[in-house]
């Protein structure tokens, strides 16, 4: 290939494995802005990128091709009620929020493959007929150069999830609401003598965290894998905890993040046609997301600091 | 109720909690929720077959809780358990296959080489925790995915670009005659007396030596420990550098005992994970593990009876272990209901 084939190759495939770690990443954002660690974003994910799946199979006949959009609607409400539950341990129930993650985790899959075992019998489901489709912006993917590039044959949801970033950003940093989510995060016993209830406050970004990646699933299967299985999401949710961090706790940062680290997956499964890059070992382009996060924890990268309050339960009365 | 008794009710009751919900689940989906755990019961029990595989899945459970265990009494959260394990596996694997020696010392060697793979996962986490506090969960969950690829990677390069190591040398192997016969040649073998043995070495070093005080005081409270004169950097390196020991010879089960060659992995193997839930129902003692990694060992291996013989698939069991997780990680509130339930009677 031609570098520029590859270039119009890599990056639509770039922004299509992004899309699902932005969404699931910003979900991220919000929880531990809040002081919730959700290590929960895998789980989260699978039961979104489950219900999106079963949702499309069941309802294609009568939503035409609204369905998988409306996939992404249940998706995200059945993954938020699903949240509820390490809310209530990790807030409500002061359970060690580690834990508590790492259970939801277990739970997200067990449920999804026991269901899908319990409905299709067989590991994994059938393909849906209606994906996420494909389109070129009207005008724009004329444009030489840039239209191949960022504007022909993308989908719907990754314009989506850049919005979603700028929404984010916006609700974080300029609305009031942004600004006692972030005050729960880092100060949580100022923030109650100010009048703000912090259970409140958590209890809604860890449901927004939960909602977020259920989309970020559902976007996943309906985009890239068109079925479930036990292997559909295999460490995106961890991947999208790895871009929130990398992101530096901030949803452009978090998007930015999602960007590259799709980028490396594209590279991972396209390097050996490519002719610059036949030579490199996949294995590297694999492990670049996390060797890279481990980096900008250890402060090679600008130091990375979480939330001040974040992973602490705010227990009343204490100091 | 003492704390004591409280602290072990805690774990019992949510184990009920854990199968009454895995109950209702069954019920709920249409299923015989009786005949799912009369099966789940001859999975584990019905005959010696499945008594010797069912301690041979305990084995690797035991050594990834007392790996999650050891770190925890050291007030880290290692996540990388399964990460450790894997590269441990892959290690063990390589030693079994390319060197040919006599047993006394092929088999150790294999061992230790399993432990040192596992540890050296654990340095880095515990390096950058002790000397930059980068938080160890995410390091040790990024660490994860690294070791999946990175053995991946390598089990391409040792077998010439096949997917499979060569099987070890009989001389490496776990293996045992005996125990195979004993239970009806089961893949039983002496697996579960390295993991035992490593119990016994866990309990030693926190109970009876000097650095295992200091282990656990750094748990406590590390500026306390910083302050009575002890170096917390290094005890936080050295718990986790033992953690990952612990977790690499769970590797070593599965390499030289139950398969005798490690195959790429698409995922993860979930031992690593469980083992969370073994420390947490063990409450981070040696002993306690032993007790965890029985029930969720025998849960896991089980499991694989309840498709055939009551038609619930085997999840089932994914999801009551993750509700017990759940249920233990909510203890406080199921301690707050208990002294509730003691005041009321006090009133009475």
Do not use: C
């Amino acid at each position: 290939m031609s570098l520029l084939e590859i270039v119009y190759f890599i990056i639509p495939l770039t922004i299509s494995y992004a899309a699902p770690l932005i969404f699931t990443a910003i979900g991220g954002v919000f929880s531990e802005r809040a002081g919730v660690v959700n290590i929960g974003l895998e789980g989260l994910m699978v039961m979104g990128a489950f219900t999106g799946i079963l949702f499309n199979l069941f309802y294609a006949d009568t939503f035409g091709s609204w369905t998988p959009w409306l996939a992404l609607l249940v998706a995200m409400a059945v993954s938020a009620i699903f949240s509820i539950m390490h809310a209530v341990a990790s807030i409500t129930f002061r359970a060690d929020q580690v834990v508590s993650g790492v259970a939801i985790n277990m739970l997200g899959i067990a449920i999804a493959l026991f269901s899908v075992k319990m409905i299709f019998d067989k590991g994994q489901t059938d393909f849906i007929q209606q994906s996420i489709p494909r389109f070129n912006v009207p005008v724009l993917h004329e444009i030489p150069f840039i239209g191949p590039m960022f504007f022909t044959g993308i989908y719907g949801s990754s314009i989506l999830a850049i919005g979603l970033a700028l929404l984010a950003w916006f609700i974080i940093y300029k609305t009031p609401f942004g600004l006692r989510l972030r005050s729960v995060g880092e100060h949580p016993m100022a923030a109650d003598t100010m009048g703000i209830n912090v259970t409140k406050i958590r209890y809604i970004a860890v449901i927004i965290s939960g909602g977020l990646a259920g989309i970020g699933g559902a976007i996943y299967s309906q985009t890239m894998t068109n079925d479930f299985g036990h292997a559909t999401i295999n460490g995106q949710g961890f991947m999208a905890l790895a871009a929130m961090i990398f992101g530096k706790w901030h949803p452009i940062g978090a998007m930015g993040a999602a960007l590259f680290f799709g980028f490396a997956q594209a590279l991972a499964i396209s390097s050996s046609s490519i002719s610059y890059l036949e030579n490199v070992p996949a294995v590297y382009f694999h492990i670049l997301p996390y060797a890279l996060t481990i980096l900008a924890l250890a402060g090679f990268i600008g130091r990375a600091n979480a939330p001040k309050a974040s992973g602490q339960p705010y227990i009343k009365g204490n100091r | 109720m003492s704390n004591r008794f409280v602290n072990i009710l805690v774990p019992i009751i949510s184990i009920i909690l854990g199968l009454l919900v895995g109950a209702a689940v069954m019920w709920f989906s249409g299923y015989n929720p009786v005949m799912g755990y009369i099966a789940l019961w001859n999975g584990i029990f019905g005959d010696m077959y499945s008594i010797g595989e069912t301690i041979r899945q305990i084995s690797p459970y035991i050594l990834a809780g007392l790996a999650v265990a050891f770190a925890f009494r050291s007030g880290l959260f290692n996540i990388g358990v399964e990460g450790q394990l894997i590269v441990g596996w892959f290690a063990a694997a390589y030693v079994g296959m390319a060197f040919e020696l006599p047993k006394f010392i092929h088999l150790p060697l294999a061992l230790i080489a399993a432990a040192l793979a596992g540890a050296l996962w654990g340095l880095i986490p515990g390096i950058l925790k002790a000397t930059l506090h980068v938080h160890e969960v995410i390091v040790t969950i990024m660490m994860n995915y690294i070791a999946l690829h990175t053995v991946n990677a390598l089990i391409k390069a040792v077998s010439e670009g096949g997917y499979k190591t060569e099987r070890i040398h009989p001389t490496a192997s776990l293996r045992s005659d005996f125990l195979s016969n004993l239970t009806d040649f089961s893949t039983l073998h002496y697996g579960i007396f390295v993991a035992l043995a490593m119990v016994a070495v866990m309990w030693f070093i926190l109970e009876k030596t000097k650095t295992g005080f200091e282990l656990k005081s750094v748990g406590f409270n590390d500026h306390a420990s910083q302050y009575a004169g002890m170096n917390v950097k290094k005890n936080i390196i050295l718990s986790m550098v033992v953690s990952g020991a612990f977790a690499g010879l769970g590797g070593a089960m599965e390499a030289l005992g139950t398969f005798g060659n490690m195959v790429t992995r698409g995922g993860f193997t979930g031992i690593g994970f469980d083992g969370i839930a073994v420390a947490l129902l063990g409450a981070n003692t040696p002993l306690g593990v032993i007790f965890g990694a029985s029930l969720f060992g025998s849960l896991k291996y089980g499991a694989g009876n309840m498709p055939n013989e009551a038609g619930v698939p085997v999840e089932i069991v994914s999801i009551v272990i993750a509700l017990i997780i759940f249920f233990v990680a909510s203890g406080y509130i199921i301690r707050v209901l208990l002294s509730k339930m003691k005041k009321k009677k006090e009133a009475k």
